[in-house]
C-alpha cells in the first residue's frame, strides 16, 4: 500500500496536488460526488451500520430518561464514568479541524486546503457529540437550560465559580465560532453546486445557502475579510477550550488532578487525538472516491509528523505527573501515581501508554511514513490509547480515596458501552450524510492551489 511515486521523487518534493489538473477537471471531480455519481454501495453499507449505532444512542438515551443514572456504572467514589471521560474524548477529538483551518491559513500553509473541509465538518460533528454526554450526566437533561444566565422569577443563576459551567460558555462559543467559519469556507462552493446541478429543487436549496454570491470582486473581498476575521477567532480557542475542560480536574483537590501541567498537556492530546481521527478519516475517504490526487501522501506525512510532534509532548506530560508525584514527597499523589503502575488498572494504564507513547514512534521511519496502512494503523492505536487516557485519569484518581473505606471499583455498564458507541454513531452518521450533500475538499481552495501552482511554473 505504499505510495510509490512519492518513493522516486522524495517525499519532500511530493506535491500538495498532483499535476495535470485544471479549473475545470477540479469542479468536475469534485462536484460529481455530490451532484453526478451514483452512490457508492459502500456509502449504503457506512451509513447503515452508522444509523443503527444511533438507533442504540436513543434506545439508551430514552431508557434514561426514564430510569435515571443508575444505569450506568456511576458509584461511590467514582461519581464521574462513561459521561465525563466521552465528553472530553470528543472534544479533543474536534480540535484538529479548527487547528487545520484557522492557524495553518493564518500560517498559509498550503497543505491544509485538500483536507481542512471535512476537518472542519468533523469538528462539528465531534462536538455535537461531546455535549450530549454532561447535558445527559446532570441526570435531568430537560433541566439543562438552568445551565444558561437567562432572566426568571425563581432568581435561578448559575454558579460561575463552578468549572462545569465554563464549560457550558467554553464549548458554546467553540461549536458556533466553528460553524461559523465552516459555512463561510463552502459558500462559494455551494454557488458552484447551484450553478452546476440540473435538479431543481437541488438548484434551490443550494441557492439559499450560498447567499446570492456570484463570484463579484465585491464578494470575494468580504469573503477574504470575514474568512480571516473568524480564523482569528477561532485560533485562540484552540487553547481555550481544551484549557477550560482540564480546568473540571485542575481545579479540584484531587491527587491525579490537582495539576498545573494539566491545560497544555490538555491541549497538546486534543490535538493529538485531533490529528489522529483526521487521518482515521482522510485515508477511507481518499481510497473509496479516489481523491488520492487531491489527498496525496505528502498531506498524510504532514499529518503523521504533528501527530507524532504532539505524541511526544504527551507523553512529556506522562514522565511529568510521575515526576511532580515524586519530587512533592505528598504520599497521596505517590500512591496515585504506584496505583497507576500497579493497582487494578495497571492494564489499562500500561495499553495507553503502548497506544500513545509507542505507537506513534513508528513514524520516524520512511518506511511507515510511506504506507498508508500503517499511518491508519497507527492513527486507530492513537484514537484508542486517548481513550484509554481519559479513563485512566478519570477513574484512577477517584476510585481509591482518601481512607480505604471509601475504596471501589468502577466499570462501564452494558448501557455506558451503548451510549458511547451510539455517539459513535451519531458522529458517522453525520459524516456520511455530510460527504454525500457537501463537498469534502474545496472546490475553489483547491483551483487557488492550481493557479498558485502555475504562477510558480511561469
Known amino acids: 500500500m505504499a505510495d510509490t511515486s512519492v518513493k522516486k521523487r522524495g517525499a519532500a518534493k511530493a506535491p500538495f496536488i498532483e499535476p495535470g489538473h485544471t479549473f475545470g ?66 472534544i479533543g477529538i474536534g480540535h484538529a479541524g479548527t487547528l487545520i483551518s484557522a492557524i495553518l491559513l493564518l500560517l498559509r500553509q498550503d497543505w491544509r486546503t485538500s483536507i481542512n473541509r471535512f476537518a472542519e465538518a468533523m469538528t462539528l460533528f465531534a462536538v455535537a457529540a461531546a455535549g450530549l454526554f454532561p447535558l445527559l450526566h446532570t441526570g435531568r437533561p430537560w433541566l439543562d437550560y438552568w445551565l444558561m444566565p437567562y432572566p426568571n422569577t425563581m432568581g435561578l443563576w448559575p454558579n460561575f465559580r463552578s468549572p462545569l459551567v465554563w464549560d457550558v460558555f467554553a464549548v458554546s462559543t467553540y461549536a458556533t ?62 487553547v481555550s477550550v481544551h484549557t477550560v475542560v482540564s480546568f473540571d480536574f485542575a481545579m479540584s483537590i484531587v491527587p ?7 491545560p497544555p498537556y490538555f491541549v497538546a492530546g486534543a490535538i493529538y487525538a485531533g490529528f489522529a481521527m483526521v487521518l482515521t478519516l482522510a485515508i477511507p475517504l481518499r481510497k473509496f472516491y479516489g481523491l488520492e490526487d487531491f489527498i496525496t501522501m505528502r498531506h498524510l506525512q504532514n499529518m503523521a509528523k504533528i501527530m507524532l510532534a504532539t505524541g511526544l509532548i504527551v507523553g512529556y506530560g506522562y514522565m511529568m505527573e510521575a515526576f511532580t508525584a515524586w519530587y512533592s514527597a505528598a504520599e497521596y499523589e505517590e500512591f496515585m501515581i504506584l496505583n497507576r503502575f500497579t493497582g487494578p488498572y495497571k492494564y489499562a494504564f500500561w495499553s495507553l501508554l503502548a497506544c500513545n507513547v509507542i505507537a506513534p514512534q513508528f513514524v520516524w521511519w520512511s518506511k511507515a511514513r510511506n504506507s498508508v496502512v500503517a499511518l491508519f494503523v497507527i492513527a486507530m492505536f492513537v484514537n484508542v490509547g486517548m481513550w484509554l487516557e481519559r479513563f485512566i485519569i478519570v477513574v484512577t484518581s477517584l476510585h481509591r480515596d482518601f481512607l480505604p473505606s471509601s475504596w471501589g471499583m468502577y466499570s462501564g455498564t452494558f448501557w455506558d458501552w451503548a451510549t458511547y458507541a451510539g455517539s459513535i454513531g451519531l458522529f458517522l452518521t453525520l459524516l456520511f450524510v455530510f460527504i454525500r450533500l457537501i463537498p469534502s475538499v474545496s472546490i475553489f481552495e483547491m483551483r487557488t492551489l492550481v493557479a498558485e501552482e502555475k504562477g510558480k511554473k511561469h
Do not use: C, Q
Not at 256 to 262: L, P
Open 25 to 90: 477537471s477540479i469542479t468536475d471531480k469534485i462536484s460529481s460526488i455530490v451532484l453526478t455519481r451514483k452512490t457508492p454501495i459502500f456509502w449504503f453499507v457506512g451509513f447503515g451500520i452508522s444509523f443503527m449505532l444511533l438507533s442504540l444512542l436513543m434506545v439508551a438515551v430514552a431508557y434514561l430518561v426514564f430510569e435515571g443514572i443508575g444505569i450506568w456504572g456511576v458509584n461511590m467514589p467514582v461519581a464521574w464514568g462513561f459521561a465525563i471521560i466521552n465528553f472530553v474524548w470528543w
Open 177 to 238: 465560532v466553528s460553524f461559523l467559519f465552516w459555512y463561510t469556507g463552502l459558500v462559494p462552493d455551494f454557488a458552484t453546486l447551484r450553478d452546476r446541478t440540473v435538479n431543481r429543487w437541488s438548484k434551490r436549496v443550494y441557492g439559499i445557502l450560498s447567499m446570492g454570491w456570484r463570484g463579484s470582486a465585491v464578494h470575494w473581498h468580504r469573503y477574504e475579510t470575514a474568512y480571516l476575521l473568524l480564523a482569528g477567532l477561532a485560533t485562540p480557542l484552540v
Open 256 to 262: 491525579g488532578w490537582h495539576a498545573t501541567i494539566f
